[in-house]
Structures are given as C-alpha cells and as structure tokens.
C-alpha cells in the first residue's frame, strides 16, 4: 500500500470517527424508555394541538399518546383519559392543557398516574368547577366572540383564535387552529371535580405570560396553590404549539422524576 493510499485511509478514518462521535452526541439519550406520556387537549382543541410536543417526547424514549376528548362533559371527558391509562404499560405523566388541567384533576387519581402537568390549564380542588373558581371575575373580551350551537356546543371564531388564543403563531397557522377546534359543551363550566388528582400526585405547571384566555396570574396562583414545579414561558395559550420545546421540557422533568 503506497503512501498516499495509506494518508487518505487514515484521513477516511479519523473523518468517520470524529462523525460518529457528533452523531453520538447529537442524539438525544433513549433513557425515560418504559416510561409514558398521557396528554390531554383543552376546549377549542383537539388531539392536534400536541403535534410539536410528541416528536420532542418520543425523542428521549417517551411512550405518548394524545386523548381524543369529547368535550362533552368532565365525566365524559375523564373517562375518554381514563380509557387511555388503562391501555398504558408502566408509569404515566398526566398532561393537560387548559379545560384539560380539569380533566386530568379528575382522571389523575388513577394509581397508574405519577406525575401531572398542567399547561396554561384550570387546576381545581375538590368539589370546584371552572366557574366557581373565575365567581367575582369581570367577562373576558373573548367570551363576545364565542358560538353556541343548537346543541349547546360552544366554538371561538377565527377572529378570537387568531387575536386571543392563538396571538404568538403565525395568522396562517392559528387559522387552521380556528378550523380544527373541537366544540365544547357550554355546560362543562360547572362540572366539579370529585377528588383532585394533585393533592397525592407531584405537579408541574406552566405558566403562559402572554395567556389572553386564562388570566396568566390566576394561573401563578394555582400553580402556588397546589405545590408545582412552575415554569413560566413567554406564550399565548397554546404555548405548547408556539413553545413546543419549553413544553417538553417541562414534561421530560416530570418524567425523569417518575418510578
């Protein structure tokens, strides 16, 4: 083997190893394998809403699956969650967005749950709904935009999507959220929690300062209320499509600290 044969294999070697080496370290570790990710949507939402976050999660070795919530009732809604842990293997994060903070409340008490998350979410105790904890609190400019169907189901318009749910995302993309949002029943407001879930379970909160839809304060509150790891993002509502990565971030903590 001449010389210069010799000099372009080990140039050929060293190349491959200095890439392996990047590659190794640009792979982010499988290491919260056996380990699951329940999430579950907000009003106005639908299983979608989680499309950024769920690749961050699989990425480290996270099992997730998206609920598919009726947004008919809290029962409704928790048994659609409940439905999901069941068919889990091993420990489960609890995540919920908005109305689904409520939700996970409820379906949280499961023994399977460890964990639960509440992004820019509703956090109630025991025997509250959604409007005994905003009693006192003047209408916000949003609730002049919403549409009841003759079934009672309410819908934002797409002007509200775009100015108070959605305000950090592209107008083109908060657009197709206003399209694909899921009706919510007008009634769930005064469904009360039974037993909350975060009295007996470790909670982490996300905080969204740029929230137009549940004051970002009241949020603090409840955060400080129920004992959460609390993580404040500069974000609309749907901060986990406009911080995705912040979002699982706080996820994989709460994942990380699960047996």
């Known amino acids: 083997m001449n010389r210069l044969l010799k000099k ?4 050929a070697l060293l190349a491959g190893s200095v890439f392996s080496v990047s590659a190794a370290h640009a792979a982010p570790p499988q290491d919260l ?7 579950v949507h907000g009003a106005f939402a639908d299983g979608s809403s ?3 976050v ?3 999660l699989e990425a480290r070795g996270l099992h997730v699956v998206s609920v598919q919530n009726p947004l008919s009732s809290l029962a409704d809604d928790a048994a659609a969650t ?3 842990i069941d068919q889990q293997q091993g420990p489960v994060v609890l995540v919920g967005h908005s109305w689904g903070g409520v939700v996970i409340t409820q379906a949280g008490n499961d023994d399977k749950v460890k964990a639960l998350v509440y992004v820019a979410a509703f ?3 025991a025997g509250q709904s959604i409007n005994d904890m905003l009693k006192g609190q003047p209408a916000p400019v949003w609730a002049s935009e919403l549409h009841k169907d003759s079934a009672g189901f309410l819908t934002l318009s797409t002007n509200a999507v775009v100015h108070d749910f959605a305000q950090d995302l592209p107008v083109a993309e908060a657009r197709v959220v206003a399209a694909t949002q899921g009706p919510w029943f007008a009634g769930c407001t005064d469904d009360k929690v039974t037993e909350a879930a975060w009295h007996t379970k470790p909670s982490w909160f996300i905080v969204a300062k740029q929230d137009r839809m549940i004051d970002p304060h009241a949020e603090a509150a409840m955060a400080s209320e129920i004992g959460a790891t609390t993580t404040s993002i500069d974000a609309s509502h749907v901060a986990m499509l406009s911080q995705p990565r912040a979002v699982a971030d706080a996820i994989i903590a709460a994942a990380s600290k699960v047996q």
Do not use: T
């Open 54 to 56: 769920i690749p961050l």
């Open 33 to 39: 394998k056996g380990k699951n990710v329940v999430l």
């Open 50 to 52: 989680w499309d950024k």
């Open 8 to 11: 372009c294999l080990a140039s």
């Open 82 to 84: 409940k439905r999901v």
């Open 123 to 125: 956090a109630p105790d």
